[in-house]
Structure formats: structure tokens, C-alpha cells
């Protein structure tokens, strides 16, 4: 009898090489698109951030009556002020947020400097039903403010 020698071939299996294809192909759906894709997601975390900061505007009009509420936007960040009944003299003004880079908050029609506000009903105190306020960073994302108050991605 001869004397066999094993040689031990060192290759994948096919599960191996199955799930590895599967693990490419998930992420050049899932992450890729991320770092190629068309999208912005610094317009999208700005359009979040302005959303739930107006949100909270219009939560503290709301608890408050005996109070008004205004966000101040600008050309560099916005800042919230909180105002007598009467809304003419302030109370106090919170820290003011700047945009980052050159990303803005403008109203539809390109003014980049206004102020906005909710009554006690939460209805906004300018003239606004459906997306009126666009948030431009690397694309430019509407914001919707419906007349009875409701806001949402426009």
C-alpha cells in the first residue's frame, strides 16, 4: 500500500461566497447611495432642526397665553424671544442658533429675514397655508405651516 498524502486545498465554500455577495449587495444598496446620492442631508437635518424648533414655538404659545412668542430669523441663524401679552416688550431672548456653512432659512418668496410667530391657537401670525418656508442648504427643502397651525415637511 502506498501512502496517501492529503493536500488540503484552501478555498471558499459556496455558503461562504453566498453570504459575502449578500453582504455587498446590501451595502451598496443601503450605504452607497449615502455618499454618491443625490440627496442632502445637511438641508434635511436643517428642515428637522427649523420643524422642531417651530413645534416648540408653537407648544410654548400655546401653554403660555399670557405670553407671545417669536422666532427672528436672519440671513446667519434664527433666535427665539420670549414677549409680554402685549407682544411688544421682551421678556428675555434664548441664545441665538446660527446655520451652518452656507445653509439659510428664507420664506418662499427668497426673504431671508422675518419673524414668525404663533397665537394661542397655535395658528402662525403670517400669512401662510401650505409650504412657506424653505430651507436651503445644498438643496433647497420646503417647510409647510398649514393656516390652522399644523407644520410639516412641504
Not at 43 to 67: G, V
Not at 81 to 108: G, V, W, Y
Not at 115 to 125: E, I, K, Q
Request: glycine residues 6%.
Amino acid at each position: 500500500m502506498g501512502i496517501r498524502v492529503r493536500k488540503h486545498i484552501l478555498a471558499f465554500t459556496l455558503i461562504e461566497l453566498v453570504v459575502t455577495i449578500m453582504l455587498l449587495a446590501i451595502l451598496s444598496v443601503v450605504v452607497l447611495p449615502r455618499f454618491f446620492g443625490a440627496s442632502s442631508y445637511s438641508a434635511f437635518a436643517l428642515r428637522q432642526e427649523i420643524i422642531a424648533e417651530l413645534r416648540r414655538d408653537q407648544m410654548l404659545a400655546f401653554n403660555n397665553p399670557d405670553r407671545c412668542f417669536r422666532l427672528h430669523v436672519d440671513a446667519a441663524g434664527y433666535q427665539l424671544s420670549h414677549l409680554q401679552a402685549d407682544c411688544s416688550s421682551e421678556i428675555f431672548a434664548e441664545a441665538r442658533q446660527n446655520f451652518p456653512n452656507s445653509a439659510k432659512l428664507t420664506l418662499m418668496d427668497g426673504q431671508d429675514s422675518f419673524t414668525l410667530g404663533f397665537d394661542s391657537a397655535g395658528r402662525p401670525t403670517i400669512a401662510c397655508a401650505g409650504a412657506c418656508l424653505l430651507t436651503v442648504a445644498d438643496e433647497a427643502l420646503p417647510i409647510a405651516i398649514e393656516s390652522q397651525g399644523y407644520i410639516h415637511e412641504g
